[in-house]
């Protein structure tokens, strides 16, 4: 004998669409509870493992040939530009290893490095942390500071500068001055 009921099969239908809607509205519910993981990271310590890696070492060797090449030739004009363009360099350097300013330029020598370090930390974006302005509840920041270093190689002595630099805050970027040599 059969002691279930017998449902007509629009019921059945109707059943199971509702079920359906319902676990698409409980999977979009705790979807959205879900906290957004951004990867942050101290643009100093950036900065200062760029600095003193074998990829920086290479960058200045173009410019510093070109301005010799200036000197050779007794080009006034040329060897104050390419000055001017150092001047410029350095400062840039100063913003971003002892200020907030954009290491973008330092990052994009690694970039290809940067989704194996965003899927370790399980992040789904990396940004500076000077250029988080807020963030809602919903939004669990994660520091990735020490695994980019790391991809720039630094030695003992460099990794002890950016743990120098992390403990100190940055200076405003008005006051970073040319003659911070």
């Known amino acids: 004998m059969n002691f279930l009921p017998v449902f007509p099969k629009w ?4 059943a199971a669409t509702a079920v359906g809607a319902l676990t698409g509205a409980t999977a979009l519910a705790q979807a959205s509870t ?3 993981r951004v990867g942050i990271y101290d643009s ?11 990829l920086f070492a290479e960058s200045p060797k173009a410019t510093r040939a070109e301005y010799e090449k200036a000197r050779q ?16 360099q350095q400062r840039r350097a100063h913003e971003q290893g002892f ?41 669990q920041l994660v520091d990735v500071t020490d695994e980019l270093v790391a991809l720039f190689h630094p030695s003992e002595k ?9 403990n100190r805050d940055p200076l405003p970027i008005e ?5 911070m040599d």
Request: charged share 25%; proline share 1%; hydrophobic share 45%.
């Open 34 to 36: 879900n906290q957004l």
């Open 44 to 54: 100093r310590a950036i900065a200062i493992a760029y600095a003193n890696s074998p």
């Open 175 to 179: 006051e970073i001055t040319d003659e």
């Open 99 to 139: 200020s907030t300013g954009s290491v973008a330029g330092c990052l994009a020598k690694i970039k290809d490095s940067l989704l194996a370090v965003a899927k370790q930390a399980n992040v789904q974006i990396i940004v500076s942390k000077w250029e988080l302005n807020h963030q809602s509840e919903s939004v």
């Open 11 to 14: 019921l059945i239908i109707a």
């Open 158 to 166: 460099v990794l002890g500068w950016v743990k120098s630099c992390r």
């Open 73 to 88: 030739e007794k080009n006034d004009q040329r060897m104050k530009e390419i000055g001017s363009r150092m001047k410029l």
